[in-house]
Nanobody, 125 residues
């Protein structure tokens, strides 16, 4: 089992920044690919970003490319999502997710086995 706990959400004005963190426990963190997803009210959960077990490969949804950066610190069992130039349409509950490392990138929610409880991000206009 892998336990994931997100933090860092909040209310920010459009154009502002937030940094989300996801602390993992339970298994060897460096054995897991990590992802961030988000879900707005009435919408399906959507992919935001993913990072490979080593941190050597990253992937982004087109809607956040150039504004968001995913990173990880395997020594601290933590994955981060730096969000800049935030827009009202970024408002959602953000979830981190984990899956045992594989060679192919995972950009859909069904590919991830473990999920955090989510953290709310609200961007005001």
């Amino acid at each position: 089992q892998v336990q994931l706990v997100e933090s860092g959400g909040g209310l920010v004005q459009a154009g502002g920044s937030l940094r989300l963190s996801c602390a993992a426990s339970g298994r060897t963190f460096s054995n897991y690919d990590m992802g961030w997803f988000r879900q707005a009210p009435g919408q399906e959960r959507e992919f935001v970003a993913a990072i490979s077990w080593s941190g050597g490969s990253t992937y982004y949804a087109d809607s956040v490319k150039g504004r968001f950066t995913i990173s990880r610190d395997n020594a601290k069992n933590t994955v981060f999502l730096q969000m800049n130039s935030l827009k009202p349409e970024d408002t959602a509950v953000y979830y981190c997710a984990a899956r045992f490392l594989q060679s192919k990138a995972a950009v859909t929610s069904v590919e991830y086995r473990y999920w955090g409880q989510g953290t709310q991000v609200t961007v005001s206009s």
